[in-house]
């Protein structure tokens, strides 16, 4: 099982899920940068089928700036990627952990920024309706 994401359950359709996290995640300040539709991509690229799963690459800019102030390469590593995917009869959404993936950088002036962002997406995808975590 993956450690370096935090996985939910939405008892919801795919496409509410979506519309759910990408405005949970803006009243967290997040913006979507990117949205990235994997089942479409493998179809027209490889013609492979493939479920419905979707990457949002999320971005609060205050704290982009503030990390890219303290750590210049970090941008690397950016933007916080949340996944949304069909698992059957639910939605999963899966958040990359900014804890486990910020690990890699030796800057201690960036703990506070991490902190922030990993409590921010926290927040927003507790916020989805009908969202458990999987896995606590």
């Not at 690459?57 to 390469?73: K, R």
């Not at 970090?74 to 990627?81: Q, R, S, V």
């Amino acid at each position: 099982m993956a450690t370096y994401t935090n996985r939910y359950r939405v008892d919801a359709s795919f496409d509410e899920t979506i519309e759910a996290v990408t405005d949970a995640l803006g009243e967290e300040g997040f913006g979507v940068l990117a949205d990235i539709d994997m089942q479409g991509a493998f179809q027209s690229k490889l013609d492979e089928e493939f479920d419905r799963y979707r990457i949002l690459g999320a971005c609060n800019p205050a704290l982009a700036f503030d990390a890219l102030d303290e750590e210049f390469e970090l941008g690397a590593l950016l933007p916080c990627n949340v996944v949304v995917y069909d698992d059957g009869d639910a939605t999963g959404v899966s958040v990359v952990d900014p804890t486990e993936m910020l690990s890699v950088v030796d800057n201690d002036d960036l703990d506070p920024i991490v902190d922030e962002v990993a409590g921010r997406l926290e927040r927003a995808l507790e916020a989805v309706p009908d969202a458990e975590p999987v896995g606590e």
